[in-house]
């Protein structure tokens, strides 16, 4: 039976990266070992969308799927001054009509999305 789901981000600073979702996010982790951390995430849910099938990426030899990672939270423009305050810089937010969005940049230039649901969730 199916107990759970690892998430890969894919970095060009991982090191850096890692330190963010420890130190600014503070999410939980374990070291997998040589200081590789496994973090903890939130309670997640999954949304499948129609793609042209060229996102993908090869992992274990075999070609998966893409994704895109968004973070959500109930109070976006509180969840945002909390994040600046530790220096973490967001765009402008926007208006989906499914949420209300932002992305939040890593150290590493990557980004990820961060948003406020309008939309029922599947994690209650």
Avoid at 28 to 39: K, M, N, S, T, Y
Avoid at 80 to 86: D, N, Q
Wanted: net charge negative; proline share 5%.
């Amino acid at each position: 039976m199916i107990n759970g789901a690892h998430v890969l981000l894919y970095s060009k600073d991982a090191e850096a990266d890692r330190a963010f979702f420890r130190d600014v996010l503070q999410f939980r982790a374990v070291d997998a070992g040589e200081g590789w951390l496994i973090f903890a995430l939130p309670p997640a849910e999954m949304g499948v969308h129609p793609g042209d099938g060229s996102f993908v990426q090869t992992h274990a030899e075999d070609k998966l799927l893409g994704s895109v990672l968004y973070m959500m939270c109930d109070d976006l423009k509180s969840t945002i001054r909390s994040l600046e305050a530790k220096k973490v810089k967001c765009t402008p937010t926007a208006d989906e009509g499914w949420g209300i969005v932002t992305t939040v940049g890593l150290p590493s230039g990557g980004k990820i999305g961060l948003y406020q649901p309008r939309h029922k969730t599947a994690i209650g």
